[in-house]
């Protein structure tokens, strides 16, 4: 859907900001605030607003000079890629623009006088103002539409055309959603900018419509007799409906899409991590290592790469319109990191490269970016293999779910003290379980089994970082 403006089409003063597609293959984003107003200067390269698209949060700068004429959409819409968002006017010292003739515009275009905007919704007709000069073509030509067979009763025809140019307005996929639920567009008032019916306008319309057709409640009442109970604002009190849109919409998507479309395979190990706990506290007080945060989570990443390098097989990706399998000669190592706006999976790019101090570096960059919410859709592109720490929260372990296109992912589970066979005695030791899942069609039992068999090896005893690399 395109939403064009008279104002950019009028004069070459006037230029359009489209909604950019931030990402790879994004089609939507939801505007979370804006930075500037109308009326206010802006620079090329200056950011006007900042945008959640399906991957993260992202600013967005003016590609032109000038001053805003107009800003499109309100805080918290979703807005189509290629959208016009913003209006500029690149030559303001010129005086205002001088409105349009509304007798010279053909009825196709609907465009307002002046500074007003009328958008026009491709596909949808034009709004009002086309309404009230179409019925008089009829009556000038002598002709009736063609669905009223009898010419000398020319009346019929406005009310069916005005039919066609009321039309409702709103996206495919809330008219798919409508008819689904059994929704008349018609009937419902949109809240969308310009008049544009809304998912949540037609959720709204069936939650009330559901409400009206189940007055059931009503024969529950002579029990308590309390008329607080059949108030319909209480029933609605008793459960919050949250969109889902931006990063948890696209998390559940992909998770969906990857549970089932490969085969998942999850194994265990419990391992003593004593040794890595131990030297986890030397390298805390290495002045060579000031700065950098060093902690468990920095040698099971470590561990896990030394792993894939001694079986590099598991680092590869199932290209399923090709049949055929991709081995990576990289490793773009994902952290997944809880954050405000969801789960978020940025991946520290040729991770296997990088020394000790780099890594820790770039996974602390990582992390802090992400729960800031400035994580870029570039950070989160063509990972290989992730960690999730599920310990931080003090969770033992779990079944992961693939990132989609990656080969395996490794849980983390929490590092506790408890009783543990050392050397032939019972002693308190530090404990962690791991988990790695992994995709079947990739990796086998065998294979994923020894990489998991490594990664606890190294973390039993962290030496064998030097004696294995």
């Known amino acids: ?160 055309q005005q039919t066609a140019a009321e039309r409702p307005l709103a996206k495919p996929p809330v008219r798919k959603l409508a008819k689904d639920l059994g929704v008349d567009l018609a009937a419902i008032a949109p809240t969308g900018p310009d008049g544009v019916v809304t998912r949540e306008d037609v959720h709204a319309a069936a939650e009330n419509r559901r409400t009206a057709a189940e007055p059931q409640p009503v024969p529950e009442q002579p029990r308590t007799a309390a008329p607080e109970e059949a108030l319909p604002p209480q029933a609605s009190e008793r459960e919050t409906r949250v969109p889902v849109r931006g990063v948890r919409k696209a998390t559940a998507q992909a998770m ?29 007080e290495d002045p060579d290592l000031a700065g950098v945060r060093v902690n468990p989570l920095l040698f099971v990443a470590k561990a896990f790469l030394l792993a894939i390098r001694r079986h590099p097989e598991v680092n590869a990706s199932w290209d399923e319109e090709r049949q055929e399998i991709v081995r990576k000669h990289y490793v773009n190592l994902g952290i997944a990191a809880a954050t405000p706006r969801g789960l978020l999976v940025p991946n520290v790019k040729d991770a296997h490269a990088k020394t000790l101090p780099e890594l820790g570096g770039a996974i602390a960059e990582l992390v802090t970016t992400a729960r800031e919410g400035r994580t870029t859709p570039e950070a989160m592109q063509n990972g290989t293999v992730t960690i999730t720490n599920v310990g931080v929260f003090g969770v033992d372990t779990g079944t992961p779910i693939l990132n989609p296109g990656e080969s395996a992912i490794l849980a983390f589970g929490q590092i506790k003290e408890q009783p543990w066979v050392h050397k032939g ?45």
């Open 1 to 160: 859907m395109t939403v064009t403006s008279t104002a950019a089409e009028a004069s070459p003063r006037i230029r359009e900001f489209r909604m950019p597609d931030v990402g790879e293959g994004l089609t939507e984003a939801e505007i979370l605030s804006w930075h500037v107003q109308p009326g206010d200067t802006v620079a090329d390269g200056q950011i006007v607003c900042e945008v959640e698209t399906a991957k993260a949060a992202v600013e967005l700068p003016i590609p032109f000079d000038g001053q805003v004429a107009e800003v499109r959409f309100e805080e918290g819409a979703t807005v189509d890629v290629g959208t016009p968002i913003i209006t500029v006017d690149t030559d303001p010292s010129a005086g205002p623009e001088p409105a349009p003739e509304p007798a010279a515009e053909p009825a196709s275009e609907p465009e307002g006088e002046g500074g007003e905007r009328q958008p026009v919704l491709v596909g949808y007709g034009v709004s009002q103002s086309a309404t009230t000069r179409r019925p008089r073509k009829p009556q000038a030509n002598g002709q009736a539409p063609a669905a009223e067979p009898q010419p000398p009763e020319p009346q019929p025809a406005p009310p069916q």
């Open 256 to 284: 969906v899409g990857s549970a089932f479309s490969a085969p998942h395979v999850t194994e265990f190990v419990t391992v003593d991590v004593t040794r890595t706990v131990k030297l986890v506290r030397e390298l805390k």
């Open 425 to 469: 005695k019972v002693k308190p030791r530090h404990v962690t379980t791991l988990a790695l899942s992994f995709d079947h069609r990739l990796v086998d039992g065998e294979l994923g089994s020894r990489v998991l068999a490594d990664t606890a090896a190294v973390l039993e005893r962290p030496k064998r970082l030097m004696t294995w690399s």
